[in-house]
Nanobody, 122 residues
Framework: QVQLVQSGGGSVQAGGSLRLSCASS????????MGWFRQAPEKEREGIAT???????KYADSVQGRFTISRDNAKNTLYLEMNSLKPDDTAMYYC????????????????WGQGTQVTVSS
């Protein structure tokens, strides 16, 4: 079974930066799409960033211009660089990977990471 193991995250003050990593047990070249989701307390999980195998990226309006998704296929790792963090960014963050991009966009990817907490204080 494919494993996605997340690292990074933690606590930071508003305006700060964090980087999340998601290491895959199989080649990231095999995924057509990878992405990041987040879920704040008492809110639904939302997709915030996706990256296709051809490098095309998409972002939710809430993170556009502040977050950057990237993938290093040589290291089989997905990243999320988060800058200008706001208290509203506080959530559990999950990486995801899928053979089919539409499955990822619909929130039903083949694999999920275990989640990592990001807390932004004002």
């Amino acid at each position: 079974q494919v494993q996605l193991v997340q690292s990074g995250g933690g606590s930071v003050q508003a305006g700060g930066s964090l980087r999340l990593s998601c290491a895959s047990s199989r080649s990231t070249n095999s995924y057509n799409c990878m992405g990041w989701f987040r879920q704040a307390p008492e809110k639904e999980r939302e997709g915030i960033a996706t990256i296709r195998s051809d490098g095309v990226t998409k972002y939710a309006d809430s993170v556009q211009g502040r977050f950057t998704i990237s993938r290093d296929n040589a290291k089989n790792t997905l990243y999320l660089e988060m800058n200008s963090l706001k208290p509203d960014d506080t959530a559990m963050y999950y990486c995801a990977a899928s053979q089919n991009c539409y499955d990822l966009y619909l929130g039903s990817p083949n694999s999920w990471g275990q989640g990592t907490q990001v807390t932004v204080s004002s």
